[in-house]
């Protein structure tokens, strides 16, 4: 059954109709899904900015999908061009209550709720917590009793403020377990040793990506990182807001090229963890330029301070997942970055 789907803006927390809530089965309860033959896929976080493009991705390749969402960051609109297709399905849910039965059948999980946006998740630290381990937790006991495979959207994040440069694999990171986004930094790193403890001791198959800056259209336009920060304040003609000196640098993926890399190791023969992420930096002054000369906004740079536990350096080494994956970010800055302000344009033009 497709549900339903409201519009909302991208900030708008709000109740489907009574027809479309679902009724959840206890944890222990896993229904097989009839999906006619066709291969299942589920994606959690599956209204948000990464999880509808996955969706979308999903259906155009012939799976069946099921997103579940709990509509908290993400946005019902996300979905529209999926609405009519008979292989999606949308469910309302939240990943930290015990899973719905109906996704048991499912041949893969992705797993990619939790609030990503640092002026969001520093607001509902203890959800954001959650949502990392007990999410992936259920998807990993559901993943030991059905035999699926479960993918974990890890981050960057996992890595800290970083004092090794660019940051591999192998690298442990320079975390502040306590600080303001400790909630979800070392909600990721906790979701990553769920991930290889069900490995290692149950056999679960895992994929851990640990995904670095993506921007792309349906970005949202008050997610407070520095891409939609700068395209929103040059349309609207204010101050692009820069913290620090602005020398910090930060590379920035396009979001296809990111759900291409997903895509690819969900059906690797590889665990991970594996970066999934653009080599290439820039500075967050450059950042702001380009964007300046882009949408030929007249906003003036301001420098204010630069807040606590933000990473001077942030780079991956994709040397391994190049030779694992047969994938390299396709799309260049400005290319991409044209895209997204079009899209945020009309954002603008709607509000």
């Not at 944890?27 to 900015?49: D, E, I, K, N, Y």
């Not at 297709?85 to 499912?106: C, K, M, N, W, Y």
Request: charged share 25%.
């Amino acid at each position: 059954m497709l549900l339903a789907l409201p519009s909302c803006r991208q900030t708008d927390r709000f109740r489907l109709p009574r027809e479309c809530r679902v009724v959840t089965p206890a944890a222990s309860t896993v229904l097989p899904f009839s999906s006619g033959g066709q291969r299942l896929a589920v994606v959690t976080g599956g209204a948000g900015f990464l999880g509808s493009h996955l969706c979308e991705r999903l259906v155009a390749d012939d799976w069946r999908v099921i997103a579940l969402d709990n509509l908290s960051t993400g946005c019902a609109t996300n979905l529209d061009r999926l609405r009519a297709s008979p292989r999606f399905e949308f469910v309302r849910h939240d990943v930290t209550q015990p899973l719905p039965g109906t996704i048991g059948g499912a041949h893969r999980l992705f797993n990619l709720a939790c609030p990503a946006s640092p002026h969001k998740y520093q607001r509902i630290p203890v959800q954001t917590t959650l949502s990392s381990v007990v999410g992936i937790w259920q998807l990993l006991a559901l993943a030991e009793q059905t035999g699926a495979r479960v993918l974990q959207a890890s981050s960057s994040e996992v890595y800290g403020d970083p004092l090794e440069h660019p940051q591999a694999e192998t690298y442990r990171g320079h975390v502040n377990p306590i600080g303001p986004r400790a909630c979800y930094d070392e909600g990721k790193r906790c979701a990553e040793t769920l991930c290889f403890a069900y490995h290692l001791e149950r056999s679960v198959a895992i994929r851990i990506a640990r995904i670095f800056n993506t921007y792309g259209p349906r970005l949202s336009s008050d997610d407070g990182r520095v891409v939609s920060n700068f395209i929103m304040q040059a349309l609207r003609g204010e101050p692009l807001t820069v913290y620090g000196d602005g020398r910090q640098t930060r590379t920035f993926c396009y979001v296809d090229d990111t759900i291409d890399a997903l895509y690819r190791l969900m059906n690797a023969e590889i665990e991970g963890p594996l970066n999934i992420g653009s080599p290439i930096e820039y500075t967050v002054v450059e950042l702001a330029e380009i964007v300046l000369r882009l949408t030929a906004s007249r906003s003036r740079i301001e420098y204010r301070a630069l807040p606590a536990d933000d990473p001077q350096r942030r780079c991956p080494d994709i040397a391994r997942t190049r030779r694992h994956l047969d994938w390299q970010p396709k799309v260049n800055l400005e290319d991409g970055l044209r895209e997204t302000i079009g899209y945020m344009r009309t954002q603008v033009a709607a509000a």
